[in-house]
Each structure stands twice: as structure tokens, then as C-alpha cells.
């Protein structure tokens, strides 16, 4: 989790050198691997995995929680009331 005063900058660049490690093994060692990135920032992290393995966008997925799923919440989608997964 990001740290308190952790800017994204900070966390890219904190998680950066592990994903291109994994990815990097995964390349190696299992190459037609389905993988699933839950590292934030997921974006980022997705984006990076994929360049670094080279694997086609059906052989990667990022899985976000409630706080991502919010920042990309439909505009007309009331947060309060139901989830976003219904709009």
C-alpha cells in the first residue's frame, strides 16, 4: 500500500524494479503463463508487464478494488447508492 506523503511518482518508482523482475521470470520460466497484476499503480504496472514479456493483451489482466473502481466510476453512476458494476 502507498505510504503516507507516497506520491504515485513515489509507488511507480518503488514498484517498477519488481514487476520488471517478475515479468522478466515469467518471460523465462513460463511464458504462456495467464497472469493477473494486482500491484498498484495497476495501470502502470499492467503497462510495463506487458512490454517488458511482450505477451499479447489476452495473457494479462489487472485486477483493481474498490478505490480504483471508484477513480474510473461512470460519472453518472451514484457511488452511494449502487455499485458502478451495475451502470
Partial sequence: PRKPGQSRDDLVATNLPIIRD???????YCP???????????????????RVTGCS????????GVHEREMYAEPGADR???P???F
Fill in 22 to 28: 517478475v515479468a522478466n521470470n515469467a518471460k523465462k
Fill in 57 to 64: 493483451k489476452e495473457k494479462i489482466a489487472g485486477m483493481a
Fill in 80 to 82: 452511494r447508492a449502487a
Fill in 84 to 86: 458502478t458494476v451495475d
Fill in 32 to 50: 504462456d503463463a495467464f497472469v493477473i497484476v494486482i500491484s498498484n499503480p495497476l495501470d502502470a504496472m499492467v503497462y510495463e508487464y506487458k
